[in-house]
Protein backbone atom coordinates (compact mmCIF):
# COMPACT_ATOMS: atom_id res chain seq x y z
CA UNK A 1 0.00 0.00 0.00
CA UNK A 2 1.30 3.61 -0.71
CA UNK A 3 1.81 6.14 1.71
CA UNK A 4 0.04 8.98 1.97
CA UNK A 5 1.36 12.50 1.80
CA UNK A 6 -0.15 15.07 4.10
CA UNK A 7 0.03 19.20 3.13
CA UNK A 8 1.39 20.73 0.14
CA UNK A 9 5.02 21.90 -0.11
CA UNK A 10 6.11 25.28 -1.31
CA UNK A 11 9.13 26.62 -2.21
CA UNK A 12 9.98 30.56 -1.95
CA UNK A 13 8.76 32.20 -5.05
CA UNK A 14 7.47 28.94 -5.90
CA UNK A 15 4.97 29.06 -8.99
CA UNK A 16 3.92 27.24 -12.02
CA UNK A 17 5.74 29.97 -14.17
CA UNK A 18 9.13 31.06 -14.50
CA UNK A 19 8.02 34.51 -12.74
CA UNK A 20 9.04 33.77 -8.90
CA UNK A 21 5.58 34.63 -7.06
CA UNK A 22 5.51 35.54 -3.39
CA UNK A 23 2.04 34.58 -3.05
CA UNK A 24 -0.39 31.40 -3.58
CA UNK A 25 -3.77 31.03 -2.98
CA UNK A 26 -6.05 28.09 -1.40
CA UNK A 27 -9.16 27.60 -3.35
CA UNK A 28 -12.31 29.49 -2.29
CA UNK A 29 -14.86 27.55 0.09
CA UNK A 30 -17.99 28.81 1.57
CA UNK A 31 -17.89 30.75 4.99
CA UNK A 32 -18.90 28.67 8.33
CA UNK A 33 -20.70 30.59 10.73
CA UNK A 34 -20.34 34.51 11.99
CA UNK A 35 -16.74 33.41 13.07
CA UNK A 36 -13.93 31.49 13.34
CA UNK A 37 -10.65 30.61 14.50
CA UNK A 38 -8.20 28.97 11.70
CA UNK A 39 -5.09 26.48 12.37
CA UNK A 40 -2.56 25.93 10.25
CA UNK A 41 -0.15 23.05 10.89
CA UNK A 42 3.78 23.65 9.66
CA UNK A 43 4.96 20.12 9.52
CA UNK A 44 8.29 21.10 8.38
CA UNK A 45 10.03 24.23 7.63
CA UNK A 46 13.20 25.24 6.10
CA UNK A 47 14.80 29.02 5.86
CA UNK A 48 12.13 30.85 4.70
CA UNK A 49 9.15 32.85 6.69
CA UNK A 50 5.55 32.01 6.05
CA UNK A 51 3.41 34.26 6.36
CA UNK A 52 -0.38 33.48 6.22
CA UNK A 53 -3.80 36.03 6.08
CA UNK A 54 -7.18 34.68 5.52
CA UNK A 55 -9.24 36.53 2.85
CA UNK A 56 -13.14 36.74 2.11
CA UNK A 57 -15.11 37.99 -0.94
CA UNK A 58 -18.80 37.60 -2.14
CA UNK A 59 -19.28 35.04 -4.81
CA UNK A 60 -20.06 37.98 -7.59
CA UNK A 61 -16.76 39.59 -6.43
CA UNK A 62 -13.62 39.86 -8.40
CA UNK A 63 -10.54 37.91 -7.10
CA UNK A 64 -8.41 41.17 -6.63
CA UNK A 65 -11.42 42.50 -4.32
CA UNK A 66 -11.03 39.75 -2.01
CA UNK A 67 -10.25 41.92 1.68
CA UNK A 68 -7.79 40.77 4.25
CA UNK A 69 -9.58 39.32 7.88
CA UNK A 70 -7.80 39.61 10.86
CA UNK A 71 -4.24 40.29 10.60
CA UNK A 72 -1.35 38.10 9.23
CA UNK A 73 0.27 34.75 11.12
CA UNK A 74 3.75 34.11 10.45
CA UNK A 75 5.57 30.96 11.02
CA UNK A 76 9.17 30.41 10.87
CA UNK A 77 9.27 26.71 12.79
CA UNK A 78 7.33 23.79 13.18
CA UNK A 79 4.10 23.72 14.97
CA UNK A 80 0.30 24.62 15.14
CA UNK A 81 -0.45 28.46 14.35
CA UNK A 82 -3.38 29.82 14.99
CA UNK A 83 -5.34 33.07 13.95
CA UNK A 84 -7.50 35.14 16.65
CA UNK A 85 -11.37 34.74 16.60
CA UNK A 86 -12.45 36.33 13.07
CA UNK A 87 -15.04 38.17 12.38
CA UNK A 88 -16.58 39.83 9.31
CA UNK A 89 -16.52 37.51 6.49
CA UNK A 90 -18.53 37.65 3.57
CA UNK A 91 -19.68 34.69 1.37
CA UNK A 92 -16.26 33.14 0.23
CA UNK A 93 -13.23 32.41 2.40
CA UNK A 94 -9.85 31.50 1.31
CA UNK A 95 -5.87 31.92 2.17
CA UNK A 96 -3.14 33.68 0.95
CA UNK A 97 -0.09 32.11 2.01
CA UNK A 98 3.19 34.40 1.43
CA UNK A 99 6.63 32.75 1.30
CA UNK A 100 8.77 35.85 -0.67
CA UNK A 101 9.79 36.87 -3.96
CA UNK A 102 12.78 35.26 -4.39
CA UNK A 103 13.06 32.52 -5.85
CA UNK A 104 15.28 29.83 -4.17
CA UNK A 105 15.57 26.10 -2.53
CA UNK A 106 14.02 27.40 1.09
CA UNK A 107 10.89 25.75 1.59
CA UNK A 108 8.21 24.93 3.71
CA UNK A 109 5.61 21.64 4.70
CA UNK A 110 2.16 22.78 5.71
CA UNK A 111 -1.51 21.57 6.04
CA UNK A 112 -4.25 24.20 6.52
CA UNK A 113 -6.74 22.14 9.03
CA UNK A 114 -10.35 22.69 8.79
CA UNK A 115 -11.70 25.90 10.46
CA UNK A 116 -13.47 26.25 13.89
CA UNK A 117 -16.91 28.54 12.54
CA UNK A 118 -18.85 29.63 15.81
CA UNK A 119 -22.36 28.93 14.54
CA UNK A 120 -25.44 31.96 14.77
Request: proline share 3%; no cysteine; charged share 20%.
Amino acid sequence: MAERVIGDTVFEGADSSTTPKSSLYSPWFPRGGDAAVFTLEVISINGLTLTWVVETKNSEDANSAASTVGSAVTATTTGLKYTATLTGFEELVRFRYDTGSSASMDWVHFRALNPSWAHN
